[in-house]
Structures are given as structure tokens and as C-alpha cells.
């Protein structure tokens, strides 16, 4: 079962823009904190932006800040990650998470993930 469906990938030249979309799926997705990931071709996985379970904060890696927005809508289910003035370093597969904190410990999901590749 798919939890976590990304979409809105695909190539773009630098300088230009793209939305991820991440469409959540059989759980709260209220209760949970809202992040994108990406993986570059040989190098670990990090963070891009995430924003809290109510939107009230959200968080941006430095190398994005003032070019990425990420945005929820609870009602849809859904978190959204505008990226503007995109430069070939963003070329990346971006991973959609999901995660909350209980008690009991830490419970997240991930997508498949969508491929977005920046180039002339």
C-alpha cells in the first residue's frame, strides 16, 4: 500500500521551476511533520525542507532557502514543494516523509520518489 505518492518531477533547464507534489494516504496525515528528501547521484540522502504538522513552521536546507516553498493543504492530504530558480546541484531523486513522535517512539513513511534533473 502506497502511503506516500510523489509526483511533479521530470527535467528542467537551471534557472527554471518545478512543484513536487505528495499525495498521503492511510494515515493522519494531520499528526504528521511534512519533509522532502533527495538523493543525488553518489552522495547520502538529505534534507530539503520540511514544515510542522500545522504548518505553523517550517524548515529549509541553506542551499534552497529563497528558492523552495513547501506547503501543506490538511484537508487534501497533501504537501507541496515549489522550487524556483533551480540550478543543476538540485538534480536529485526528492523523496516525500512523513513522521510523528509518540511516546512509543517514531513512526514515518516514505515514497518512491521522483526524479528531477536540472540541465541545459
Known amino acids: 500500500q502506497d502511503r506516500l505518492v510523489e509526483s511533479g518531477g521530470g527535467w528542467v533547464q537551471p534557472g527554471g521551476s518545478l512543484r513536487l507534489s505528495c499525495a498521503a494516504s492511510?494515515?493522519?496525515?494531520?499528526?504528521?511533520?511534512m519533509g522532502w528528501f533527495r538523493r543525488a547521484p553518489g552522495k547520502a540522502s538529505d534534507l530539503v525542507a520540511a514544515i510542522t504538522s500545522n504548518a505553523d513552521n517550517a524548515y529549509y536546507t541553506d542551499s534552497v532557502k529563497g528558492r523552495c516553498t513547501i506547503a501543506r493543504d490538511n484537508a487534501k492530504n497533501t504537501v507541496n514543494l515549489q522550487m524556483n530558480s533551480l540550478k543543476p546541484e538540485d538534480t536529485a531523486v526528492y523523496f516525500c516523509?512523513?513522521?510523528?513522535?509518540?511516546?512509543?517512539?517514531?513512526?514515518?513513511?516514505w515514497g518512491q520518489g521522483t526524479q528531477v534533473t536540472v540541465s541545459s
Open positions: 516523509n512523513a513522521e510523528v513522535h509518540y511516546t512509543s517512539g517514531i513512526k514515518n513513511y
Open positions: 492511510g494515515f493522519n496525515f494531520d499528526l504528521y511533520s
